[in-house]
T-cell receptor, first 114, second 109 residues
């Protein structure tokens, strides 16, 4: 019974490159949340998606960041033209249905921008 | 922005001691959750409290939701080294989960 999977676990990018973070939700889950965690700041909500729909992206920076959850395949968080301030741990979580408060988190992707 | 403040930020205690962690906000939430996170891993859900004044127990952990649904506490009895970790509270409103900054607990054998 696989849990939420994220890859890669560690990602190093140079300033200006693109970062693609992948999240496969738990089997049977169709809702995905993305969070960013910085030391001293805690987990910050970024975006909430269902299959093929962005439900709430109020926590997503307006530029350079985008997210998708296609009908087939994992959810992707894409960061274009990365800057050092993007260095953080990015977590995704999945849940089974709207209003389901039980989120299951993946192990995270640690992004380092050099 | 819905702000949740946790206190203390850091806590180091001896095995066998009791402790309480607090999670406070000026906002009302439909429910509140507690998570534990270990280094290099994602948070793991411990409990969800929904009703104001609700108390839930999970072995040596007792969780309480404030009457006004703005605050919560986590009490650990007879702490053990395995309790070491980062404890996060999260307030739930609509589709969003607002996380506190966390309490880093170290239990010394």
């Amino acid at each position: 019974n696989a849990g939420v999977m994220q890859n890669p676990r560690h990602l190093v990018r140079r300033r200006g490159q693109e970062a693609r973070l992948r999240c496969s939700p738990m089997k049977g889950h169709s809702h995905v949340y993305w969070y960013r965690q910085l030391p001293e700041e805690g987990l910050k909500f970024m975006v909430y998606l269902q299959k093929e729909n962005i439900i709430d992206e109020s926590g997503m920076p307006k530029e350079r960041f985008s997210a998708e959850f296609p009908k087939e395949g994992p959810s992707i968080l894409r960061i274009q033209q990365v800057v050092r301030g993007d260095s953080a741990a990015y977590f995704c979580a999945s849940s089974a249905f709207t209003g389901d408060y039980e989120q299951y988190f993946g192990p995270g992707t640690r992004l380092t921008v050099t | 922005t819905q702000l949740l403040e946790q206190s203390p930020q850091f806590l180091s205690i001896q095995e066998g001691e009791n402790l309480t962690v607090y999670c406070n906000s000026s906002s009302v939430f439909s429910s509140l959750q507690w998570y534990r996170q270990e280094p290099g891993e994602g948070p793991v859900l411990l409990v969800t409290v929904v009703t104001g004044g609700e108390v839930k127990k999970l072995k040596r952990l007792t969780f309480q939701f404030g009457d006004a649904r703005k605050d919560s506490s986590l009490h650990i009895t007879a702490a053990q080294p395995g309790d070491t970790g980062l404890y996060l509270c999260a307030g739930v409103t609509g589709n969003q989960f607002y996380f506190g900054t966390g309490t880093s607990l170290t239990v010394i054998p």
